[in-house]
């Protein structure tokens, strides 16, 4: 059983936000350069209350609103809706959150993808005013699978490497003096990003990429710049299985694989949608693992 009646107790702060926005859908407004309004929707339409292990499931309805369109009928061969601004298509998508034994403020959010849509941001970005609002602070980034992490430190592909720097006050790097951007010299605060990219990528030089993740190796024994020393971060990009990622040398777990589960979960006969015990099904499992790595990270402080 995790912690209860501490200053913040994480589990009743999103139990409220949750409840104040299941079954009311609510808009973010976008910026628009055409002055039409379009906004991103959501509503809560379901959630499962699991308090003894410290999970929250459910089904979030996302979508936009904003743009007209037709709804086509492929078997009868016409239109049968024209979707006005005012209306939003809006499919369920998964969420759950897991609170790890032992701790209060930390928690773990597994949501689902489809295709190019997700509602990681809406459902993060909705959360953090919530919490906010109770004069509390809200950080969520990204945890690794620490199995996917390994095959794409093991067996992919490094495709590019990037150095990045950012001018400083004082910078005596002599890249940062010596360049200039429209004649002028960089101010400070500029960011510099050097890449090195090449058709058919860095054959072996991926070996040295898993020993610098792994504090085995310095990040100048896989790149060098001259005159910008000590930079202040340099990322590679790597494929595995046509899957490309970036990766922080510094901080590789923060590159936020996604588990592909598309030919894994059952699927609903009359909706196409995936059935809601078979993706919480999965995603317990691998909440277990990843909430393991969690909780490792809050025994390392």
């Not at 490094?158 to 006050?169: D, N, Q, R, W």
């Not at 015990?277 to 490792?296: F, H, M, P, V, Y």
Request: charged share 30%; proline share 3%.
């Amino acid at each position: 059983m995790f912690k209860r009646g501490g200053e913040v107790d994480l589990y009743a702060l999103v139990k409220a936000f949750l409840e104040t926005t299941k079954g009311n859908a609510v808009e973010v407004l976008e910026p628009s350069a055409s002055g039409t309004q379009t906004a991103k929707v959501f509503r809560v339409e379901q959630v499962v209350w699991r308090e003894d292990g410290g999970q929250i499931c459910g089904l979030l309805l996302y979508g936009d609103r904003g743009r007209a369109s037709e709804i086509y009928n492929t078997r009868l061969n016409k239109v049968t809706h024209h979707k006005t601004m005012v209306e939003a298509d809006m499919p369920p998508f998964y969420f759950r959150l897991q609170i790890p034994d032992g701790d209060d403020t930390r928690a773990l959010m597994i949501v689902q993808r489809t295709g190019l849509h997700g509602i990681r941001t809406i459902l993060g970005n909705g959360l953090h005013r919530f919490v906010v609002e109770q004069d509390l602070m809200l950080d969520i980034s990204n945890l690794t699978d620490d199995d996917l992490l390994s095959a794409y430190l093991s067996r992919g592909e490094l495709e590019e490497i990037t150095v990045i720097a950012h001018k400083g006050s004082n910078d005596s790097r002599q890249l940062m003096n010596d360049s200039r951007v429209d004649g002028e010299k960089l101010k400070t605060g500029t960011q510099v990003n050097v890449v090195f990219r090449r058709p058919k990528g860095f054959l072996g030089a991926i070996k040295n990429v898993a020993r610098i993740a792994r504090g085995k190796r310095e990040v100048h024994e896989l790149v060098e710049v001259h005159g910008l020393d000590n930079p202040e971060e340099v990322s590679v990009k790597i494929d595995f299985g046509g899957k490309s990622r970036s990766f922080k040398l510094i901080h590789p777990s923060e590159a936020g694989i996604m588990r592909d589960i598309t030919n894994e979960v059952s699927y609903d006969t009359k909706t196409g949608q995936p059935r809601f015990d078979s993706i919480d099904g999965i995603a317990g499992k691998w909440a277990s693992e990843l909430t393991r790595q969690l909780q490792e990270s809050i025994a390392q402080g």
